[in-house]
């Protein structure tokens, strides 16, 4: 042994590639859509993977070794762990925030923590070469309501009269020549402490109108509907769907009567589905679920897109093959990622 010399770990990547293709979701194992589609996957013979970032950092470890011109990332402090160089397509299915230790007790330590497990796993994902449903930084960005209508006007689609703001006065002169029978508002967010369907605006809610001044209201006006549509979108593959909310007892928001709702396959006009294909490519969005209302003079109008919206219940009732699409999907680009890092490579 020479002792002088420093070791040499120029090896150390030796026979530790996997060259099986695998798919990441990212999401929670209690996720209906996830559990779905896994078992799509395997349909296909697919090899996925869900990982719940929850785990991550008290009972997950994260090792990205950058050596000379190579590297490699893995999930699991031991090299049995998951290795993400055979990974070549990832779905971004609604995951959690990272948990911190219960063992680091100062508040300031803890958002320390946090910070900056979320700053590693994020420069993980845009280091990965894989194909993303959706790329986390764009679906984040497409999920900003007032976005979202901005880019939706640029391509064309027709979209309700609407007032963003926390200024009272603005909210009176945007409902004065309406009438407050035809304005809706609704919030930015929800999450399941703090839920906020769509609603009507009643004549006995104009005194609190001032309220609006401690945070911004989204408000517009009421588009009575034929029926209402979700469009759901799987890369090139578009599944629009009928919801007939004026036959349940809430004709405002679907999804408050949606067990009552009768839901049936749709078909979109061309230049519809050309307007929200556009949105998608303008988005940078592979998956998007779009709400839609159809009126009876034909009017086709957008009203929000969730980049991460449910299908389930759309495909239960329309039969519409939305979860094999997805697995088709991510199957297919997982495949043609890895051809293309092994051509490169030869």
């Known amino acids: ?20 293709p695998m798919i990441l979701i990212l999401s929670t194992p209690r996720d209906e859509h996830a559990q779905t589609v896994l078992v799509e996957l395997s349909k296909l013979g697919a090899e996925a993977r869900l990982l719940d970032l929850r785990e991550f950092p008290q009972r997950l470890g994260l090792v990205m070794h950058y050596q000379g011109s190579e590297r490699r990332f893995r999930f699991g402090c031991e090299e049995s762990g998951l290795d993400l160089d055979g990974c070549g397509a990832v779905w971004w299915r ?4 990272p948990e911190i230790s219960p063992k680091i007790l100062r508040g300031s330590h803890r958002f320390f ?51 963003i703001t926390n200024c009272p006065l603005a909210v009176q002169e945007f409902i004065d020549p309406r009438g407050c029978d035809n304005v809706i508002y609704k919030s930015f967010s929800a999450t399941e402490q703090e839920w906020r369907e769509t ?27 034929e029926v209402d549509l979700r469009v759901t979108i799987v890369g090139d593959e578009i599944f629009p769907a009928a919801i007939h909310s004026q036959e349940t007892s809430y004709k405002v928001d679907f999804r408050m009567d949606i067990t009552n709702a009768r839901i049936e396959a749709a078909n979109l006009p061309a230049n519809i589905e050309e307007r929200l294909r556009a949105l998608m490519q303008h988005l940078g969005l592979v998956y998007g679920a779009i709400d839609m209302r159809r009126t009876s003079t034909g009017r086709h109008v957008f009203l929000e897109i969730n980049p991460a919206g449910q299908w ?34 030869l």
Not at 218 to 224: A, S
């Open 113 to 163: 923590a946090l910070n900056e497990s979320v700053e590693a796993l994020q420069g993980l994902w845009h280091a990965l070469n894989a194909f993303w449903i959706n790329d986390p930084a764009l679906d984040q960005v497409a999920q900003r309501k007032a976005y979202q209508l901005r880019v939706a006007q640029d391509v064309g689609l027709d979209i309700p009269d609407t007032l």
């Open 1 to 20: 042994m020479n002792s002088g010399s420093p070791p040499d770990h120029r090896q150390s990547f030796a026979g530790l590639r996997p060259e099986a």
């Open 94 to 97: 609604r995951p959690q925030s």
């Open 199 to 225: 609603r009507l605006l009643k004549a006995d809610e104009i005194p609190l109108l001032d309220n609006v001044q401690y945070t911004p209201v989204i408000f517009q006006e009421y588009v009575e509907a």
């Open 312 to 345: 389930l219940f759309i495909e239960q009732f329309s039969g519409q093959p939305i979860s094999a699409a997805l697995a088709q999907l991510l199957y297919r680009e997982d495949h043609l990622r890895r051809a293309s890092s092994v051509g490169s490579r």
